[in-house]
């Protein structure tokens, strides 16, 4: 639906600040784009900072049948918060007054735009901490994974997003204000519309406040990198950690390709020569751990590890750590182009999964670097190529969808942690079945029957297809 004139200046009206209406042509290209591929200019960008303001936005929308496209600080790597077909973006990125941490009841009651890692910082000045931890913590709103159910390293033994919320505000797309969930654990009155709403990015209500839980902070941590010559035998002891009774509060994986591009961008003495690197971290009461790590040492070393190196304290911690988090900013030296995705399989099927990476790779004669959430499947397959160079974008268009469809044969989903958007909807009808897609379908609209909310994720159009360009 085109944006009018008339309805352009009622929802210009509902800003109490004109300063927060953005129409500028450059403004406007600000938000086209978030961290995955394509551009896509909206008609007007608002920046509501409040549920009145949000709420009166929804409903002249939803009247005028303009789309909304709700937006945090643009970190998405599915193509959540593009504006696909025209409309409104509403950017929440300066909604980030309340931060209140709560530590009797052990909650945190936020505003959509305050940043996912100032949760976790309040939170630890009372002794509890927020155990989601995208890499992206650091710069992504609490909104945004909301609606993506964002996850991370911890996630393994402290579960993602979802884990956590037990209260929302939402509005919803006739512009109504709702109330989910609240303040207490144990809730099991009516419907569970929190879990509903979390994790369906943006295409059914619009969060506005949210009740998450704390839990205690852990007094210690302990962390091993634990190297192989035969990526098999790093599955292998991935199973055998887990079945030990030990969990792992992160265990992540880097593949050979990985440890070459962090050990050339930043020498650290990585053993580049193993086909995989387990880098695990325990926590929990300091001798406690310290028995685990002998357990792990000795499950390591017996599924066929060439060492397991123990950091001695935290400074020794933050440099094994440093290796996992160079790995992004490393291999875009190689190529510019970064393809990152998250299939996830059950943990039994990674080395069958590395497997088919690498007949992929060879395949389309694509530059793959793996590595990942190892301790609960959740691999990222990362491509890297030259976006100037058609011929190469083609061949990785198609390896990708390869990824897909492997990760779902052998059990898994097409996203662990970074949503559907407008990426990944060309493939959901191969996960969920024709039925499962149209169950969802049924339930967009009954929630938003004009198709107002985020218009164009999460369900695939007629001949929709990936492209992985910026045109």
């Not at 900013?329 to 069958?352: C, L, N, Q, W």
């Amino acid at each position: 639906m085109e944006l009018t004139m008339e309805c352009r200046q009622e929802l210009k009206a509902t800003m109490k600040d004109p300063k927060r209406c953005l129409e500028d042509a450059a403004d406007l290209y600000s938000y086209a784009y978030d961290a995955s591929f394509g551009i896509f200019q909206p008609d007007l960008v608002l920046q509501p900072m409040s549920t009145e303001e949000t709420a009166a936005i929804v409903k002249i929308a939803n009247i005028h049948r303009v789309p909304l496209y709700p937006r945090g600080r643009g970190t998405s790597l599915s193509g959540g918060p593009l504006a696909v077909h025209g409309g409104v973006v509403l950017d929440f990125s300066l909604w980030d007054q309340k931060l209140e941490i709560h530590p009797d009841d052990m909650i945190a009651i936020v505003s959509p735009g305050v940043l996912t890692g100032s949760i976790d910082t309040a939170a630890g000045k009372h002794g509890l901490m927020y155990p989601p931890d995208p890499s992206s913590a650091h710069v992504s709103t609490i909104g945004g994974n909301l609606a993506e159910n964002s996850g991370g390293p911890r996630g393994l033994k402290y579960g993602v997003t979802k884990d956590y919320v037990i209260g929302l505000e939402v509005v919803t797309p006739e512009g109504e204000v709702i109330r989910t969930g609240g303040k207490t654990v144990k809730n099991v009155t009516g419907y569970d519309l929190t879990k509903l709403i979390v994790g369906s990015e943006g295409t059914l209500g619009i969060v506005t406040e949210a009740i998450l839980k704390l839990i205690p902070k852990p007094v210690a941590t302990k962390t091993a990198l634990v190297p192989f010559k035969d990526l098999v035998d790093s599955g292998k002891a991935i199973s055998k950690i887990l079945t030990s009774g030990i969990l792992p509060s992160k265990m992540e994986i880097m593949d050979q390709a990985s440890l070459l591009a962090v050990e050339e961008y930043e020498p650290l003495g990585l053993p580049i020569h193993a086909e995989a690197v387990l880098l695990l971290e325990l926590d929990g009461h300091p001798e406690a751990i310290a028995q685990e790590m002998e357990v792990v040492e000795k499950v390591c070393l017996d599924a066929g590890a060439e060492e397991v190196k123990v950091a001695r304290d935290a400074i020794e911690e933050r440099e094994l750590w440093k290796a996992r988090k160079l790995v992004s900013p490393a291999i875009v030296k190689i190529k510019p182009t970064k393809i990152s995705e998250d299939a996830t399989v059950p943990r039994s099927k990674i080395p069958e999964m590395f497997r088919r990476l690498k007949i992929i790779r060879d395949t389309y004669g694509v530059h793959l670097v793996v590595f990942g959430h190892a301790g609960d499947g959740n691999l990222h397959p990362n491509i890297i190529a030259d976006q100037r160079d058609a011929e190469e974008m083609r061949r990785v268009e198609e390896a990708v969808g390869e990824i897909f469809k492997a990760a779902v044969e052998l059990g898994g989903t097409l996203s662990g942690e970074h949503g559907i958007g407008v990426m990944k909807s060309p493939f959901m009808e191969m996960e969920v079945g024709k039925e499962g897609l149209d169950m969802m379908h049924r339930i967009k609209r009954a929630w938003d029957p004009n198709n107002v909310l985020n218009p164009g994720k999460i369900f695939p159009e007629p001949g929709q297809r990936l492209v992985l360009s910026n045109e």
